[in-house]
């Protein structure tokens, strides 16, 4: 028990303590003073096919619905409401310049419903019945879509999947806008994930973990291979700790939040 208490009192663990303890209680008041909401989106590109005349493979067409398509694209947008705010009629704005959107899919994930378009792009694309669109529509309908989201709670996401024809061999751009007040919308890098972490992030917090492991480890141990061993063996899993760590971290940020 005296060993114990001694090492209680050890001024390393008290920094070590001491220093956890503020980045984590600063990080907690940040989030829940901040009223600014937070959302973020990713974009992925996938090639289905292309139309060309190969030396070796001979011509080769992709066609949609009975059009030949010269690059074909399945795009995929994900947002998610990063913030520790519900939201309601929420409008989500697509974009293009360089690409031809088709078809789509839209999604609320973990839910069954899909998103309808807002009622400011219903009515642009509004064709009375024996007309024909019109040029403008269709460059509206070819550059741009805008959904509405009714209910956009914490932590939610959609995903919003375009066929779509690009004007050049070059990737298709595509991007988000959010119209709601006080929200901030922030552009990521598609990133791997750990349960549901990204990579980076779940690596770096595990770095943090395996640093106070092995300092309690030197405290607490005498002999040098055990801490080598423990060390070599925590550096081959540092990011499922980490990646736990940071989920644990979310949901007590979403008790708090309430």
């Known amino acids: 028990m005296s060993n114990l208490f001694q090492l209680l009192q050890s ?3 008290s920094i070590i303590a001491g220093g956890i303890g503020g980045i984590v209680t600063a990080w907690l008041t940040q989030r829940i003073l901040n009223k600014r909401g937070i959302f973020s989106y990713s974009v992925t590109h996938n090639r289905v096919g292309i139309t060309t005349e190969d030396a070796i493979f001979g011509s080769v067409a992709v066609s949609w619905n009975g059009m030949t398509i010269q690059n074909l694209y399945l795009s995929t947008v994900e947002m998610k409401n990063e913030s520790m705010n ?3 009629n929420v409008v989500v704005s ?4 360089d690409t031809k959107l088709m078809t789509e899919q839209t999604q609320l994930l973990d839910t069954p ?3 309808e378009w807002s009622e400011k792009y219903k009515k642009q ?4 019945a024996g007309n024909t669109p019109t040029e403008n529509q269709l460059n509206l309908y070819n550059g741009q879509r805008e959904h509405i989201i009714p209910i956009f709670n914490r932590g939610q996401s959609i995903k919003i999947t375009y066929l779509n024809s690009a004007n050049s061999s070059s990737m298709p751009g595509i991007w988000l806008s959010v119209s709601q007040k006080g929200v901030k919308l922030k552009f990521q890098e598609p990133q791997n994930q750990i349960l549901g972490v990204p990579q980076g992030q ?6 943090l973990i395996g640093i106070a492991v092995l300092v309690a480890l030197d405290l607490l141990v005498s002999e040098p291979w055990i801490i080598a061993t423990v060390a070599m063996s925590y550096g081959f899993v540092a990011q499922l700790p980490g990646a736990y760590t940071i989920k644990m971290l979310r949901r007590a940020r979403e008790a708090i939040g309430g």
Do not use: P, Q
């Not at 697509?94 to 310049?97: E, S, V």
């Not at 779940?202 to 770095?207: E, I, K, N, P, R």
């Open 125 to 128: 694309l509004h064709i009375e």
């Open 86 to 88: 519900d939201y309601e």
């Open 113 to 115: 419903n899909i998103l």
């Open 11 to 13: 001024e390393y663990i």
């Open 202 to 207: 779940s690596a770096f917090v595990g770095v």
């Open 94 to 97: 697509t974009y293009t310049n």
